[in-house]
């Protein structure tokens, strides 16, 4: 017989895989299975979110964001079987389950792949939806751990399969529990040793791209924000417009901040803001470094276009907008964050600070370079004009010494 131990967490918990996160707040989930001898054979602590792209019967596009598994059910999770084989099942919604498969080979084990099937004859959660039926979205994993290692993630992985966007942060699962006890030795993903060992250089200026043109009207500037059971722990005022030049013609898309939604989490060395509307999930997360300043360190999109495919791209070796803990980044001029060679984002009157908010305001601000260049001018002039006045003083006094020598000789 196996035991179920099942509790909901805050959202700020650790996660096992969670999936492009929308507006709409995401619940954490716990699972731990026990075997006959009541002891712990299979842990695990994650979140998930599901956006999900379908057509309707008018010929349009809708975007359905599911994040709601309070009601969920784990029938069908099991630890090793026979075949050593464990696997993590979840049912919620109508019609709705996620599964991941783990195999145990000699002393490692392996996350075989992920399954996501959902109901697209659920007129409440996709309405006026052309398609009907159950749809299952797989993605193979294949990744191979130490058996005694439990695995740990805590950067955004954007995985965008059919329709459906997934996106996995903060992973922590042990599918083989060895003596009902689970494992302090962590295998730590690759995107998580380059984000730890990486140091960000900090960019100053970058070049205006000839390829993709700037349309004439400039986005709408934002705002946006990110409470905790503190408060508000991060601000950000922003105008956003995305650049996507995968094809001949570039796309140019600007965020109107009316119809775009934001949510987000904020951690002692990380702090996330995410952006959603019915075409675009954006997310930015900020990273410290060197325990004194901050940085934009991981920028993920995913973007539904007209010829109804999905644009998905992220990056999590970034190094823009970096300034002193304590204070915040702003910038008024246009900038670029080149999140690929394939898109960037363009960014106008920008202001952000991810940690340290007090009272819900921003503190004072350090400017970008691009702004100090605005000072420059006038000082660079000051200083020429000055030197031009030094000359000509200059030229006049030996000009009226030689003068006064001149009438002392008769």
Known sequence: MMYFRLSPVPSS???LLCL??????SYALELTLNNTEKAICLSAKWQMNFTIHYNTTNNTFKTVTISDFSNATYNGSSCRDNQNRSKIAVQFGSGFSWIVNFTMEASNYLIDGISFTYNM????????AAQKGSVTVHHKVTMKIPLSDIFRCNSLLTIPVGHVVQQYSDVLVQPFVENGTVSRKEFICDEDKISTTITPIIHTTVPSPTTTPTPKKNPAVGNYSVTNGNGTCLLATMGLQLNITQEEVPVIININPNITSFTGSCHPQTAQLRLNNSNINLDFVFAMKNGNRFYLKEVNASIYLTNSTVFSVGNNNLSYW??????????????IVSVSGKFQINTFNLRVQPFNVKEGKYSTAQDCSADDDNFLVPIAVGAALAGVLILVLLAYF?????HHAGYEQF
């Open 13 to 15: 918990g650790l996660v």
């Open 322 to 335: 970096d300034a002193p803990l304590g204070s915040s980044y702003m910038c008024n001029k246009e900038q």
């Open 20 to 25: 492009l996160l929308g507006a709409v707040q």
């Open 398 to 402: 030996i000009g009226l010494k030689r």
């Open 121 to 128: 004859s659920d007129n409440t959660t996709f309405p006026d």
